[in-house]
């Protein structure tokens, strides 16, 4: 993934829906806040989606997003990636103030991605080896403050037995930040 493919599916997918606000979270999401994230990491490059959800939701326009931009569409085959149009109910994974801290993808009308910190937040509920070492590349990189994002986490609720798995999941990432030499122990 690409600044450019990112923006160039926010812009058809906005086009599309041109009264429907667009959020990007997950990974791409990182891009609005730091568009050269992927000329500083590999990990961006066998990602080919990005993740969109409306706001608000409307199930019709969902499915005509997914037919015309999403992954079995003729969008993905000539350029080769893709939006996933994702349901609401990702929100739950996120703290419950993130509409505050939204960033603009600049050049995109009414398309915002999670701030980094909220989609850490989101990432640890996910817990895959790929988002731990997102997650450990932004500690280590200090593009993420560990502190900020375990007061977020502890804003978030959810039932006991992710307030441990999310918590261990952070640690990961802080343990694997950590043996990068780009660490700095000043902000863990």
């Avoid at 429907?20 to 806040?33: E, K, L």
Wanted: aromatic letters at 10%; charged letters at 25%; one cysteine or more.
């Amino acid at each position: 993934m690409q600044l450019q493919a990112l923006n160039h599916m926010a812009t058809s997918a906005s086009a599309l829906v041109p009264e429907v606000r667009i959020i990007i979270f997950g990974s791409a999401s990182a891009f609005a806040t730091f568009p050269d994230i992927a000329e500083t990491t590999t990990i961006y490059e066998n990602t080919n989606d990005a993740d969109f959800i409306l706001d608000p939701w409307n199930e019709e326009i969902g499915k005509m997003l997914t037919k015309c931009i999403g992954k079995e569409s003729p969008f993905f085959q000539m350029f080769g990636y893709y939006a996933d149009i994702v349901r609401p109910a990702a929100f739950d994974c996120f703290p419950p103030d993130f509409r505050d801290r939204l960033v603009p993808l600049e050049g995109c009308q009414r398309v915002f991605a999670l701030d980094p910190h909220d989609m850490a937040v989101a990432k640890l509920f996910a817990g895959r080896p790929k988002d731990v070492r997102l997650l450990a590349f932004l500690l280590g990189t200090k593009r993420l403050d560990e502190q900020k994002v375990r007061k977020l986490l502890w804003k978030t609720p959810m039932e006991e037995k992710w307030i441990v798995r999310t918590h261990q999941v952070l640690d990961q990432a802080v343990a694997e930040a950590k043996t990068t030499a780009l660490f700095s122990p000043a902000s863990s």
